[in-house]
Nanobody
Framework: QVQLVESGGGLVQPGGSLRLSCAAS????????MGWYRQAPGKERELVAS???????NYGDSVKGRFIISRDNAKNTVYLQMNSLKPADTALYYC?????????????WGQGTQVTVSS
């Protein structure tokens, strides 16, 4: 079955950087859009960034100029480089991917990785 494996979350100080990774595997014919959402307690889930197979990107307003999304199509992996981190960036970050399996396009989500920005 298709799985998304996330890594890179943790605790960082304000102004620091962190890099998240997410790899898709298992019976995949092709991976289309990949990206990241985040959710803090008591708040709605929001888009952080997304990227198409061709490299077109989209960012949430709160992270523009600070975060960079990229991908390695050969490895079915998406990355999120987070710079100039703020306490407001503290949240559970979820990886997602639109994946073609058995001729059908399906949405898959990772289990989430915690990012905490605090001194």
């Amino acid at each position: 079955q298709v799985q998304l494996v996330e890594s890179g979350g943790g605790l960082v100080q304000p102004g620091g950087s962190l890099r998240l990774s997410c790899a898709a595997s298992g019976g995949i014919f092709g991976v289309n859009v990949m990206g990241w959402y985040r959710q803090a307690p008591g708040k709605e889930r929001e888009l952080v960034a997304s990227i198409t197979t061709g490299g077109s990107t989209n960012y949430g307003d709160s992270v523009k100029g600070r975060f960079i999304i990229s991908r390695d199509n050969a490895k079915n992996t998406v990355y999120l480089q987070m710079n100039s981190l703020k306490p407001a960036d503290t949240a559970l970050y979820y990886c997602y991917a639109d994946v073609t399996v058995r001729g059908t396009l399906l949405n898959y989500w990772g289990q989430g990785t915690q990012v905490t920005v605090s001194s």
